[in-house]
């Protein structure tokens, strides 16, 4: 395991941040904690990383108990999300920085990690002659240096503009392959946290809410709030209990009578919302060609379509 987290508790004053946060983390995976701000997320990744002491539980990592461990010592490092490098050392330098600190200084090393970021060229630059992109890979270059077991990234990705944050998360995704790191990855983005990750852990209020790989939390939500967080979700109640159903899984061509109120198109599909002959506003998604608002539609779903909620 590399990393183990139990019972983790933590308060500011008497703001509790953690209320008993357990999770692990196997060798070579990558976990995305997922939650509105406040959630908790960072506190849990400052605590693995030792920048704070929690008020109860247990954090091992590659098997050692890092209690009392200063972060410096922990085999671990962490990126965050203002990339934090120094702007008077050239992009060489601050990569090198945590090997000479070390006494690992390797030329070699540094350039091959430059290379692996695609950066490979830019060694004499200073931080301020690069983009907020090239920054982050120069950033993330430093973090790996050391070639840490487990990597710690805070909203890595969240001072990029939306088109370069997809194509850099597809890098991170491929480096934590190359590279085998454990990555933990904080963000508060749906689709972030989706993409990248092998697992989610959901956060709400200082407690986990849900976790699994993603595929398996979109589809089967456990609360109304995962539902809703992760993505359009439709709550139907039905016999006293609550489902969720997302609009992709209703299809035209059913049994339910409804008459279509609005369309969107997204590019890839339509969004209808639709007033059923029961009363009910559904959204439905469709890949198209879409019917016009005002028009009647008959709605249908498979049963296994609905997650029960609790
Ligand atoms: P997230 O990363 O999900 O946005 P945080 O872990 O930063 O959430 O914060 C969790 C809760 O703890 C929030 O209510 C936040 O205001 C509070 N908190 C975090 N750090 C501190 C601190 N140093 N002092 C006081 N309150 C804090």
């Known amino acids: ?33 997922l939650g509105r701000s406040g959630s908790g997320k960072s506190t849990i990744l400052r605590l693995v990383a030792g920048f704070e002491a929690p008020d109860a539980g247990r954090i091992a990592i590659e098997g050692r108990d890092m209690a009392g461990l200063p972060p410096q010592a922990r085999p ?31 030329a070699g090393r ?31 270059a430093r973090a790996l240096a050391r070639r840490p077991p487990l990597l710690l990234l805070d909203e890595p990705l969240a001072a990029l503009d939306a088109g370069l944050r997809a194509a850099t998360g597809a890098e991170l995704r491929r480096l934590q392959r190359e590279t085998g790191t454990s990555f933990v990855l904080v963000t508060h983005d749906q689709a972030e946290a989706l993409a990248l990750s092998d697992r989610i852990v959901l956060l709400e209020g200082g407690r986990i809410v849900q976790q699994g790989p993603p595929a ?5 939500p456990a609360t109304r709030f995962v539902a809703e967080f992760l993505g359009a979700a439709n709550i139907l109640t039905e016999g006293g209990r609550e489902y969720a159903l997302r609009p992709e899984d209703i299809r035209l061509g059913g049994e339910l009578p409804a008459q279509v109120l609005s369309r969107q198109f997204r590019g890839e599909s339509w969004m209808l919302e639709c007033l059923t002959g029961d009363g009910r506003v559904l959204r439905v998604s469709t890949p198209g060609p879409a019917p016009m608002e005002g028009n009647a539609v008959m709605l249908g779903w498979p049963a296994t379509a609905l997650a029960p909620l609790s």
């Not at 702007?87 to 690992?104: C, D, F, I, K, T």
């Not at 091959?112 to 982050?136: H, N």
């Open 1 to 33: 395991m590399s990393l183990l987290v139990e019972g983790l508790f933590k308060r500011f004053g008497d703001v509790p941040a953690l209320e008993g946060v357990s999770l692990a983390v196997a060798q070579g995976e990558f976990v995305s904690l």
């Open 76 to 106: 671990c490092a962490m990126m965050f999300q203002s990339y934090a490098l120094f702007p008077h050392l050239s992009v060489h330098e601050n990569v090198a920085y945590g090997l000479r600190r070390a006494g690992q200084y390797d």
């Open 110 to 140: 540094v350039e091959e990690l430059l290379r692996l970021v695609g950066m490979a060229g830019y060694g004499a630059r200073r931080p301020a002659q690069l983009s907020g992109g090239q920054q982050q890979r120069v950033a993330l």
């Open 216 to 220: 398996e939390v979109y589809a089967r």
